[in-house]
């Protein structure tokens, strides 16, 4: 593998465990991100699920794994893509030019706009946050308070916000918003004494081996309230509190309450990043617009393209534990690819 | 008064502000199980007074904890005790003693 | 609140509204519950903003009533509407105005079922041209009456001899504004500002001065669906729904009610009276309840129109008060006399309802 180079475009969870993955092996690897930090979006959030383990963990986890065979470049981006002959040549926002023998996408997921469900009043009420807005203050301030500086007594989590909805155009379910609202539930209840939370649900997707546990442990440890039934309209009363209409479905009758502090889970959706990059490069997305690879099953890391992989988000909504088992594999291919060996799917 | 022929109707929404969850905190404390319930209703499929009148364990549960408590003793009357309730949960909610806790809350709390 | 945001979303729903050459068509029941109103709108139109705005005498019901109480068929209703729009091209025009809230909703909703299904379109076509021997062209632009005072907002303000401003206390007036339902529900992007925060009234109190009130029950219905209001054993649950929206808007203390539907000013301005009656609650400042207004009247007061020109002495909520507010003049002699001069006669005293004689 001496001298094979690969370019990886992401330096969130994907990219970094690609990098030092593949970097193990002798690649040379040149990792390209547009922020000025590496981590994605898992390092902007404070604890994760379901053991809530602090998200440092981690990207610290990831980034120190990184040998000095991994070139990183923060702050760029990618301006043009071509091909020559076997090799990728990488042009970029600093009229540099990478050239590499594979590329690797790992572009991940933008969250969806709340402000677009309209009837949740997001960046109308001021009581209306989302779950990577709560996820901030949970990490950067330590506290909660309401947007009236006072401490909340009552938070409500609204799940399936911009997923499993026609009007957005997002007909998927985003994966890990249900255990995260569970997750976020416990922490406030751990914070605020006293505090009462509920979340409004249409089905709790509980898919992971522990999160079962978690779910039971919010009912009954902390008394998290779980009422089936998708969130209609919210609106601010006078004295700023958001008043909710939900249907109990289970009882079968509409019901009205007031929380302090709204909290939206915003689901996932195609990152800009990735948007361009499709532009770029001619690439399939699938009707829920993430990257469609070669096949879902079987080469979920390929496309039809030799020597162009794909990893993470921004094929569809994952964990964690999905996306770094998924940039192994990623790897994997891409070796075989560069070793052209029996293996190599090409 | 002018008599309209018609009476304004009633609202049938649950203003949870409003509701007495006070059997509720009742329940909470005295039965922690009640807290774990998930509403799937299998309490209720197996229920042998649920099959001859409109008693559901999981309709009575989910309406305490909403504090719609109107009907709550004489629903709960229906109940015979019988246990097939308990042998088939799988939350481990002690479904018995739910029923016997309720009687208890309505006369402590004089509801 | 953050106004902002909702600058955003009333950004994004705008629409095409034409100029000028505007083809009316009037509300079947409208003009009982409200006599001054298309009046008033054709008058600021024609001598106000100096348009050219026509009517058709043989025009009729566009049936949406009876299509909404399941009386009348779809494929009836569509034919009469291709009838209306025949008139329409016959009389040289292309821009439909429509008076009522359910006829536009009426209209776009057969317009965009031919949109989908052309061969429903040629059904229609064939149907009509059997029945009436009259050919039609589809409007080139379809708006509602509102959307039209609400496109010359800024023009009417500058002619505007009275602002939206409580002159005792120098306050702008606390208006609660209601879109009738078909308005934007059905189609959100054929409304103004979209389904969730409509922006075609809420521009006119702000333009015209006045302070805009939103509370918890806004997108509630007034309860003016027909198949409940037509039958008295239902009605219950009609004045329930205004009621809902009365108990909500209470603490906010609203000065009066702008509405852009023939159905829903009606149902705020009597319900009021009966609710008064049935369970002695009066809304409003010291028993006299809140005035509710349609827009013309709105727009006729701020020009300086006769209120009795309006059609104010129709309603049941006195606006006696709201234009002692404002300062507009009114002469209580001739509140009750037609416009010939004579007595028109005078309702009797409510129980619990304070009315201005």
Known sequence: MMEKKVAIIGGGVAGLEAASSLAAFGIEVTLIEKEDQLGGHVGQWDRLFPSRRPAKEITGYLTEKLSEKVSILTSTEVKKIERSGNAWNILLNNSRIIVADALLLATGFDLFEARKKEEYGYGIYDNVITSADLEKKFALEGKIRNAQGKVPERVGFVHCVGSRDEKVGNLYCSRVCCVTAVKQAVEVSEMITGCEVFCFYMDLRMFGLDFEALYKEAQEKWGVHFIRGRLSEAFENQDGSVLVKVEDTLAGRPLKMKVDLLVLMSGMVISSGTKELVDLLGLETDENRFLQPADRQLKANETGIPGLFLAGTCTSPKSIDETIADARAACIRIMAYLNQSAVSSQ | ?111 | MNIEGKKIIWKEYQKEIAEDDYFYVRSCVRQSFFPGSETTFLRILRETLGKNITEHPFHTTCTGIGYHSDIVPYETTMTVIARQFALMTESGYHNYVPSCITSFGMYLEVLETWHHFPEVEKKVRELLKKATGKEFEKPDNLVHASDIIYKFRKEIAEKSKFRLINRFTGEPLRIVEHIGCHYAKMFPSKGIGGAEYPHVLVGLIEEWGGEVIDYPERRHCCGFGFRQYIVKANRGYSIACSQKKFESMKPYRPEAILTNCPGCPFFFDRWQYAISEMENVTYGEDGQGIPVLTYEELAGMVLGNDPWDLGLQTHQVPVEPLLDKIGIPYDPEKKYLGKNGEYIGKPAIAANLKFCH
Do not use: W
């Open chain 2, 1 to 111: 008064m002018t008599h309209f022929g018609y009476t304004i109707s009633s609202d049938r929404q649950i203003d949870y502000d409003s509701n007495d969850r006070r059997i509720a905190r009742y329940l909470a404390e005295y039965e922690p199980s009640f807290m774990v319930c998930f509403a799937c209703g299998t309490c209720t499929a197996t229920c042998s007074a649920g099959l001859f009148t409109t008693f559901s364990l999981r309709e009575l549960i989910g309406n305490i904890k909403r504090g719609e408590v109107r009907n709550l003793k004489d629903e709960a009357e229906k109940c015979m005790l019988c246990g097939k309730c308990q042998l088939a949960c799988p939350r481990g909610v002690n479904t018995r003693n739910i029923i016997l806790s309720i009687q208890r809350a309505i006369e402590s709390l004089e509801i």
